[in-house]
């Protein structure tokens, strides 16, 4: 194939991905059908006056813009606050329409490009048959040159016809974006002439496929924190609260573990409705007491530091029973490099998309951070990364896909100021700010199904958002 065939081919591929996602997934989403969902243990139990959204971006790697999701509030429509609610909505309902008005626009850059060749095409065709008519006059080796020049051509007939269709479908979107725009614009300027209930289930199935949508992407680059959403308040001023991110979508157990030491209590509730609401559902009394608020939740058992030593502790939900226990070898504890809460805080336990983690410093690396990736099984170390950041400079830090994030306190004005890339074994310092409402985290953790960071915040248990730069890869990238 000759390099402008190439070139054709390379934008159709793009493009035919693009439009296959479009085709599959966006007709559904802003179709905005009234099926009305069943979600009684979902965050939408969380509290009738506060919610959450998930932002995400993806970029091949020209930089072109593939897709933005925008997952509205789950709260917007209740009955309190109808008109800012409302306004919140619209302005989300804004971002979906801006998002799919730059993709439109740059499918119909693309679509005029692909019309100028189909008319070439279209125009050679004519030509061939024309010169086949009269092939006898022509010499045997130009006709068959050209002929076989047609045959690559022909193929591409088909997928340029569906080209055209799918570039009429993302037209329909943006119109079907327009009309939701339009009535919500309405019902902000006479409350009370729309069921707010209907509205409210039409938002929570438009959230539900967005997050399919973004179970799709690849892992992504922390680029803002926002929140957070208070869920309950409750217990002391120190402790740490979870979910299970390896769980299935129907398990939303939560467990709540209250103050840093002097407790072997684990609280478990069958969903967030039930933990706002205090509905325990079990009680575990573990063997050991556990030290700080840095425990994780992963694949149904609980990893815990023990107290007064440097010892994790796996701890089996199910069956109720300590299944490993291992020294972090080197490690410091009972406040030999804490977080600069204090709280024995020294080894802080955690999990990703990658797996499990523990962060801690040691006198070798001289204070500073070290990273380890821990063995679900074993707690073996399989790797270690010693980084240049003093623990005890550190607020919190949390995993997200392999790379750390560190904030420089844990009191207001607290900020993402330093990061560090297992994958690469690079570093930077970030400015990523984010809103410590109750003044004082001693817990910050994020959870990779949910996609939040989950905080303890002086006696408050609530969530943030975050948004992650994603990269979709394509074959030509392997």
Known sequence: MSPPLLKLGAVLSTMAMISNWMSQTLPSLVGLNTTRLSTPDTLTQISPKEGWQVYSSAQDPDGRCICTVVAPEQNLCSRDAKSRQLRQLLEKVQNMSQSIEVLNLRTQRDFQYVLKMETQMK??????????????????????????????????????????????????????????????????????????????????????????????????????????????????????????????????????MDSYTNNKIVREYKSIADFVSGAESRTYNLPFKWAGTNHVVYNGSLYFNKYQSNIIIKYSFDLGRVLAQRSLEYAGFHNVYPYTWGGFSDIDLMADEIGLWAVYATNQNAGNIVISQLNQDTLEVMK???????????????????????????????????????????????????????????????????????????????????????????????
Request: hydrophobic share 35%; glycine share 6%.
């Open 384 to 478: 270690s990364w010693s980084t240049g950041y003093p623990k005890r400079s550190a607020g919190e830090s949390f995993m997200i896909c392999g790379t750390l994030y560190v904030t420089n306190s844990h009191l207001t004005g607290a900020k993402v100021y330093y990061s560090y890339s297992t994958k690469t074994s690079t570093y930077e310092y970030t400015d990523i700010p984010f809103h410590n409402q109750y003044f004082h985290i001693s817990m910050l953790d994020y959870n990779a199904r949910d996609r939040a960071l989950y905080a303890w915040n002086n006696g408050h248990q609530v969530l943030f958002n975050v948004t992650l730069f994603h990269i979709i890869k394509t074959e030509d990238d392997t």
């Open 123 to 256: 125009g050679l065709k004519a030509k061939f048959r024309q010169i086949e008519d009269d092939r006898k006059t022509l010499m045997t080796k130009h006709f068959q040159e050209l002929k076989e020049k047609m045959d690559e051509l022909l193929p591409l007939i088909p997928v340029l016809e569906q080209y055209k269709t799918d570039a009429k479908l993302i037209t329909q979107f943006k119109e079907e974006i327009r009309n939701l725009s339009a009535v919500l614009t309405g019902i902000q300027e006479e409350i009370g002439a729309y069921d707010y209930e209907e509205l409210h289930q039409r938002v929570l199935n438009l959230e539900t496929r967005l997050r399919d949508c973004m179970k799709k992407l690849t892992c992504g680059k922390l680029m803002k924190i926002t929140g957070p959403v208070t869920v309950k308040t409750s217990g002391t001023r120190f402790g740490a609260w979870m979910t299970d991110p390896l769980a299935s979508e129907k398990n939303n157990r939560v467990w709540y």
